[in-house]
Nanobody, 117 residues
């Protein structure tokens, strides 16, 4: 089992920045990748925002490329999402996701990000 604890959400004005953190504990050795998804108000599906593999490869949704950066601290077993130039359309609940090497994975509890003036 893997436990994920997120932090760093909040209210920010358009153009501002936030950094989300996701600390993982438990069977970390089983993880192939970690990432962030978000679920916008009124939408039923979560969309991938960014992902980083155990080898350090990253991928981003087109809507956040150039504004968001995903990184990890392997010593602290923590993944970060640095979000810059935030827009109102970035408003969502952001969920940390950890993918197991053999399929499936785990979700964090979610953290609210609101971009509004």
């Amino acid at each position: 089992q893997v436990q994920l604890v997120e932090s760093g959400g909040g209210l920010v004005q358009p153009g501002g920045s936030l950094r989300l953190s996701c600390a993982a504990s438990g069977s970390i050795f089983s993880l192939a990748a970690m990432g962030w998804y978000r679920q916008a108000p009124g939408k039923q599906q979560r969309e991938l925002v960014a992902i980083i593999t155990s080898g350090g490869s990253t991928d981003y949704a087109d809507s956040v490329k150039g504004r968001f950066t995903i990184s990890k601290d392997s010593v602290r077993n923590t993944v970060y999402l640095q979000m810059n130039s935030l827009k109102p359309e970035d408003t969502a609940v952001y969920y940390c996701r950890a993918n197991r090497s053999w399929g499936g994975g785990y979700w964090g509890q979610g953290t609210q990000v609101t971009v509004s003036s």
